[in-house]
T-cell receptor, first 113, second 116 residues
Framework: QQQVKQSPQSLIVQKGGISIINCAYE??????FPWYQQFPGKGPALLIA?????SEKKEGRFTISFNKSAKQFSLHIMDSQPGDSATYFC????????????FGAGTILRVKS | NAGVTQTPKFRILKIGQSMTLQCTQD?????MYWYRQDPGMGLKLIYY???????DKGEVPNGYNVSRSTTEDFPLRLELAAPSQTSVYFC???????????????FGPGTRLTVL
């Protein structure tokens, strides 16, 4: 019940295209859903996050879509650029003491120029 | 601010050896975390701390120990290293009091550990 399932494992997108990464969760008590971006040799960094009281959040070219009834959320990267090539992790937390995150397995995104 | 710093960057251990991975943050964050990252597995929480003197187990604590004597430092101890502990280790910190960013975890650059 604590798992977050992420797909696809890897994704190749043409420059200017839309990248879509999906995540699903089981625990309905999760109340915070961040996406982290990781470049090779670096630590993950927060990209964008959402709470279940909204269905969509947009920051620049990055959008999270959240479907509470389906227990799914996704990251859309519009106008994908080669600089977006990285590993993306979805995560979820219960917002409890310590705010512990449960991460998906990650998606390796490559944007071809 | 340097953020979250980790040392060493790389280390090779022999089976049965011990070592301590160092983590320091200069953001005055209460919460600190240790994760391990294995290929295709995402990040798994090893231990976390909500303040000096308070630590608790995460999802994969076996073979590790932690201590938190100060707000800034959160070292991870490996006793009797095993090949299964070959991984990349990340330390992170956050603060529930961080206005507008209370849930954001800030990660260090990682330590790549190989146990042979």
């Amino acid at each position: 019940q604590q798992q977050v399932k992420q797909s696809p494992q890897s994704l190749i997108v043409q420059k200017g295209g839309i990248s879509i990464i999906n995540c699903a969760y089981e625990n309905t008590a999760f109340d915070y859903f961040p996406w982290y971006q990781q470049f090779p040799g670096k630590g993950p960094a927060l990209l964008i996050a959402i709470r279940p009281d909204v269905s969509e959040k947009k920051e620049g070219r990055f959008t999270i879509s959240f479907n509470k009834s389906a227990k799914q959320f996704s990251l859309h990267i519009m106008d994908s650029q080669p600089g977006d090539s990285a590993t993306y992790f979805c995560a979820a937390s219960l917002g409890e003491y310590g705010n512990k995150l449960v991460f998906g397995a990650g998606t390796i995104l490559r944007v071809k120029s | 601010n340097a953020g979250v710093t980790q040392t060493p960057k790389f280390r090779i251990l022999k089976i049965g050896q011990s070592m301590t991975l160092q983590c320091t943050q200069d953001m005055n964050h209460n919460y600190m975390y240790w994760y391990r990252q294995d290929p295709g597995m995402g990040l798994k929480l090893i231990y976390y701390s909500v303040g000096a003197g308070i630590t608790d187990k995460g999802e994969v604590p076996n073979g590790y120990n932690v201590s938190r004597s100060t707000t800034e430092d959160f070292p991870l101890r490996l006793e009797l290293a095993a090949p299964s502990q070959t991984s990349v280790y990340f330390c992170a910190s956050s603060s529930p009091l961080d206005r507008g960013h209370g849930d954001t975890q800030y990660f260090g650059p990682g330590t790549r550990l190989t146990v042979l």
